[in-house]
């Protein structure tokens, strides 16, 4: 986590940022903060942001605008210093070339910082699936209709069409291109079920059937972090021909849509989320956990949620059931996830 103190500026909020790290985004805003102080095209890119508080990210919001340039062919002679275009040129020589960038696209650039950070990340998927051998085992239903909240893109949703294996078992089509092996750790049971119906919703849904969609998840994976970038290249073609229904809605008013009705009865209706809670304002938290009860009273609902706890720490990897006719909700805390997803670590049998 980076420490922003209150009332930096946003020359010391990129500085914060990037610390003493040497990788292109750390080398770019030092540069970057460097740059603005001397009141250079990044002071234009940022002319009336200069307030704006460290959550907005500004700093993650013009690397992603500038990688955006290079991804469509706007800036071809940064491509050098991006590891993931296959670029090797020493990061702490970028920033000249960068400025260069910058310099010719400052209107556009500026655009981009109305663009908050979005990110779908795939490796979650694990966890989720781990969340639904158990519910599956404990429901003994293995017909499932999942929802998410927070889907961003929706990859997430396509779970079963990933491979994923732990330290005996596998899951998922052999010859898939999205690939999660030994992702797993502990004791873990699979079952086999099948997705009757998947549907998301989130704030900014990412149109994944357009060029422009695909391009802005790329944009927000940083260039070095390679393994992130070939897992969502592996699973963009897939979501491109099964493409995710999105809903741009807020969590909670979108599942109280969703969740009306008795649900099919031999069905079990699950909602996932991940790395979501986090932005939604208390309200929101409060009317998800009411309808999820409310709802658990008249069908078979389950819950898996891959959250924060707001104490610290790792991501933490939780299921809830409610069954028909069940007095009580089943709750379980399974694990701890990383923060993409892989490793999920189950530590309960
Ligand atoms: C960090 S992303 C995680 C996306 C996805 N769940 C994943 O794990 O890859 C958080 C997502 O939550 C969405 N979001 C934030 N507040 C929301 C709300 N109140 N209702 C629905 N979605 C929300 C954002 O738009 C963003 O797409």
Redesign the pocket.
């Known amino acids: 986590m980076v420490d922003f103190a209150p009332g930096m500026t946003l020359a010391e909020q990129f500085r914060a940022h990037a610390g003493d790290q040497t990788h292109l985004y750390a080398c770019a805003m030092r540069s970057m903060a460097d740059d603005w102080e001397a009141g250079g095209p990044i002071r234009e890119v940022c002319a009336g942001y200069e307030m704006a508080p460290p959550r907005l990210m500004i700093q993650l919001r013009l690397l992603a605008g500038i990688f955006r340039l290079v991804l469509t062919d706007r800036a071809p002679e940064l491509r050098a210093f991006y590891p993931c275009l296959g670029g090797h040129a020493p990061p702490e020589t970028a920033w000249p070339v960068m400025r260069r960038v910058v310099a010719e696209h400052v209107a556009e650039l500026h655009r981009s910082l109305q663009v908050?950070?979005?990110?779908?990340?795939?490796g979650?998927s694990v966890a989720l699936l781990a969340g639904l051998f158990d519910l599956v085992e404990a429901a003994g239903l293995v017909r499932i209709r999942l929802l998410?909240?927070?889907?961003?893109a929706g990859?997430?949703l396509l779970v079963d069409r990933f491979y994923v294996s732990g330290d005996d078992w596998e899951y998922g089509p052999p010859d898939s291109p999205v690939r999660f092996e030994r992702a797993v750790q502990g004791p873990v049971q699979p079952y086999h079920f099948g997705v009757t119906s998947r549907r998301g919703?989130?704030?900014?849904?990412?149109e994944i059937t357009t060029e422009q969609g695909r391009t802005l998840l790329t944009s927000f994976v940083w260039p070095f972090d390679l393994h992130r970038h070939r897992r969502l290249a592996a699973v963009l073609p897939l979501a491109q021909h099964n493409p995710p229904v999105v809903d741009a809605?807020?969590?909670?008013d979108?599942l109280s849509g969703q969740l009306r009705g008795a649900g099919e009865p031999d069905e079990l209706t699950v909602v996932w989320?991940?790395?979501?809670r986090l932005?939604?304002?208390e309200a929101?938290i409060a009317a998800v956990d009411r309808l999820l009860n409310e709802r658990g009273a008249e069908r078979a609902l389950g819950h898996v949620s891959?959250e924060y706890n707001p104490s610290g720490g790792q991501p933490e990897l939780r299921t809830q059931l409610w069954l028909p006719g069940r007095a009580s909700v089943r709750r379980r805390l399974l694990g701890t996830v990383h923060d993409h997803g892989i490793p999920v670590r189950v530590n309960v049998a």
């Open positions: 908050a950070p979005q990110t779908n990340e795939v979650r998410e909240v927070g889907a961003s990859l997430n919703c989130d704030l900014e849904p990412v809605a807020s969590a909670g979108w989320q991940s790395v979501t932005y939604w304002p929101e891959m």
